[in-house]
């Protein structure tokens, strides 16, 4: 189990901004798990936060040749290049504090952010770390512009960048991200533009921080002032801005991403499709953010609401009265005839729907799933019940106990059988079985 991390000491530095030339301090301090990444505008009144998620992503039409992020009035521009490097030396959780509205552009790599945050120490912390995992395969177009993620068991990149330039021409890169691959072949890559672009960036306010050092101006013959630090400098740093920009998932991602002349534009669009199919499969089954202590053997309902995504009126579990995690659970549902099911069910007659009796029983199961300490922060899906039997109805007044005994539990698979009581007799029963996913 991979664990999250933050960094050891706080640490500074200063720059200017490639695209403002605004003169920037920035500080990176520890911050707690679960955190994330999170920058404060400490220039301004109150000290506004603002977290790296692609909800608070501003419009690349509008701002564009950068990945900015903006929320009730405030900015932080130029954020790809740190957050390729938070990813590629897998820091979870920091507070960036910054004194103006863009990082500091510093070389046009992510190579000081690394020299800085390896000074200060990358320091392990005791709680997973959650990982954004595709399920299906994703891809967004524009023009010749082609970006696609598919499954993988880790993050993988691979980028064509093909141009009708003579010096842009076809560059291939294919590579795992990991801390050892990120730092030698893609965090020292500098930023480029194309010398017929510079005065129209100028006139629209862009570029006022760049320089011969920390851009890379491409004429028809090689750069202006400068020289490569590889053939194949242009397609490694556009896997930084891509690696960068991926992390606004708002956690790191396994899956193998497949780009032909992507931008930041197409990025954010993958980004923000990727983010739908992770809510939709977050729907389909019991999530947890809830932290299972050893010493817990009781829930009460703000904890259970913690773990189980239902709510009024599909939240059927009152109470957890015993709980011994990856072996068994007791939960208490309290029958009463204000639970909306009466209401359309029998209702001269009113019967609890047996449908609800095994869906109590699978939400207790998917708790007990969870408790694992391998399991936390994966989602349970109900996904099979078999050998299902009532045995007698349940009315208003009814307490149901729900008993639920681990059958089989693996690192992907639980398998329970269940047991609902009134008063100490079965009313139903069923063997019901779980996939274990992450969130």
Do not use: C
């Not at 904890?303 to 239902?310: A, C, G, S, T």
């Not at 005994?405 to 779980?434: I, N, P, Y």
């Amino acid at each position: 189990m991979e664990l999250q991390h933050t960094l050891k000491h706080e640490i500074s530095l200063e720059g200017v901004g490639l695209h403002t030339g605004n003169p920037v301090k920035i500080t990176f301090k520890p911050a707690p798990v679960d955190l994330g990444i999170n920058f404060v505008r400490v220039d301004l009144e109150g000290r506004p936060w603002l977290k790296a998620d692609v909800l608070n992503v501003l419009d690349a039409n509008r701002i564009p040749r950068r990945t900015s992020l903006g929320k009730d009035g405030f900015e932080i521009h130029t954020v790809e290049h740190l957050l390729a490097v938070l990813v590629g030396l897998g820091i979870d959780n920091l507070i960036v504090e910054i004194n103006n509205n863009e990082v500091p552009g510093l070389d046009g790599s992510g190579l000081e952010f690394i020299e800085v945050i390896k000074k200060a120490g990358i320091e392990e912390q005791n709680s997973p770390r959650k990982y954004f995992l595709v399920k299906e395969p994703v891809w967004v177009a524009e023009k010749d512009s082609l970006l696609a993620v598919f499954p993988h068991p880790s993050f993988k990149i691979s980028y064509t960048l093909d141009y009708d330039h003579p010096i842009l021409r076809s560059q291939y890169i294919s590579l795992e991200i990991n801390p050892e691959t990120f730092e030698k072949e893609i965090s020292s890559f500098r930023t480029f533009v194309l010398q017929d672009e510079v005065e129209e960036l100028k006139k629209i306010g862009l570029g006022k921080g760049a320089s011969y050092d920390n851009t890379l101006v491409v004429t028809d013959d090689g750069v202006i002032k400068n020289q490569l630090r590889s053939p194949d400098e242009f397609v490694r740093h556009k896997v930084l801005d891509l690696v960068g920009d991926m992390y606004l998932l708002g956690m790191q991602m396994k899956g193998n991403v497949v780009a032909i002349k992507s931008g930041h534009t197409l990025n954010i669009k993958l980004i923000k499709k990727l983010t739908e199919q992770k809510a939709r499969y977050e729907l389909g089954g019991v999530g947890s953010n809830y932290t299972f202590k050893q010493e817990a053997k009781e829930l009460g309902i703000s904890q259970i609401m913690q773990i189980l995504p239902h709510r009024y009126p599909f939240l059927l579990v009152d109470r957890i009265i015993s709980l011994e995690g990856g072996k068994r659970a007791v939960g208490i549902k309290n029958v009463t005839i204000n639970d909306g099911f009466f209401e359309g069910h029998f209702p001269k007659r009113p019967v609890m729907p047996g449908v609800l009796i095994i869906e109590a029983m699978a939400q207790v199961g998917g708790v007990l799933m969870l408790s694992q300490e391998e399991h936390q922060g994966k989602i349970a899906y109900f996904i099979a019940a078999n050998n299902i039997k009532f045995r007698k109805t349940v009315i208003p007044g009814d307490q149901l106990v729900l008993e639920v005994e681990v059958v089989k539990l693996r690192s992907k698979t639980g398998q329970v059988h269940t047991q609902a009581l009134v008063a100490g007799k079965v009313v139903a029963e069923a063997d019901l079985m779980f996939t274990l996913g992450e969130s």
